[in-house]
Nanobody
Framework: QLQVAESGGGLVQPGGSLRLSCQASGTTFRFYAMGWYRQAPGKQREWVAAISRNGMTEYADAVKGRFTVSRDNAKNTLYLEMNSLKPEDTAVYYC????????????????WGQGTQVTVSS
């Protein structure tokens, strides 16, 4: 499986911005479609954004227009630029392979890392 480590989370005020990073290692990152997922307190993990191996992107409706996913294949790194943050964006954010059948049920995927905490609060 793809080995990943998320970073960049923190505490921000509503309307603020953060950039999350996902450093991949142990395999050939550039051949993987990648996704960002999040799990809010008391809720199930949900799909947030995805990027194909050649840079095509998709977003969940809740973040469309505010978040931007990108990748640097030369550095084996995935990014999530988060703008206009809202309290409801508070969650632990995870990166993983983007596999179509886990978007609707991320719980079936067994390789989640530690994630990075994003807290949006005044």
């Amino acid at each position: 499986q793809l080995q990943v480590a998320e970073s960049g989370g923190g505490l921000v005020q509503p309307g603020g911005s953060l950039r999350l990073s996902c450093q991949a290692s142990g395999t050939t990152f550039r051949f993987y479609a990648m996704g960002w997922y999040r799990q809010a307190p008391g809720k199930q993990r949900e799909w947030v954004a995805a990027i194909s191996r050649n840079g095509m992107t998709e977003y969940a409706d809740a973040v469309k227009g505010r978040f931007t996913v990108s990748r640097d294949n030369a550095k084996n790194t995935l990014y999530l630029e988060m703008n206009s943050l809202k309290p409801e964006d508070t969650a632990v954010y995870y990166c993983a392979e983007d596999i179509s059948n886990i978007r609707g049920d991320p719980s079936i995927y067994p390789y989640w890392g530690q994630g990075t905490q994003v807290t949006v609060s005044s």
